[in-house]
Nanobody, 130 residues
Framework: VQLQASGGGLVQAGGSLRLSCVASGLRLDPYAIGWFRQAPGKEREGVSSISSSDGVAYYADSVKGRFTVTKDTAGRTLYLQMNSLKPEDTAIYYC????????????????????????WGQGTQVTVSS
């Protein structure tokens, strides 16, 4: 089982990037899936996740209105469209999958820290220059 993230890069503030996360050896349909990020010297934080049951998307306050998370109907790929990027969005972005949505949106309820996740992808670097 592997989650392969890609699409990161260097972009100017105000620009856009689209991240992809492809699952191999695993169909994503039964899992809540989402994106986390970790900036240098900071804790890993949740960015956005999608529920497996109803497809509802959840976002961190810091990215609401700028980022959009989607998944393909084949159940293999997760996307994160990032618009109006800011320097503070600079981080390594990771995709993740877990049987429980609450695991992925734990921080959105005001909790600190990241719970153990069923599957992590490797990260893709996003750098936003000012």
């Amino acid at each position: 089982v592997q989650l392969q993230a890609s699409g990161g890069g260097l972009v100017q503030a105000g620009g856009s990037l689209r991240l992809s996360c492809v699952a191999s050896g695993l169909r994503l349909d039964p899992y809540a899936i989402g994106w986390f990020r970790q900036a240098p010297g900071k804790e890993r934080e949740g960015v956005s996740s999608i529920s497996s049951s109803d497809g509802v998307a959840y976002y961190a306050d810091s990215v609401k209105g700028r980022f959009t998370v989607t998944k393909d109907t084949a159940g293999r790929t997760l996307y994160l469209q990032m618009n109006s990027l800011k320097p503070e969005d600079t981080a390594i972005y990771y995709c993740a999958a877990d049987r429980l949505l609450q695991t992925l949106i734990y921080q959105f309820d005001g909790h600190r820290g990241v719970l153990p996740v069923d599957y992590w992808g490797q990260g893709t670097q996003v750098t936003v220059s000012s």
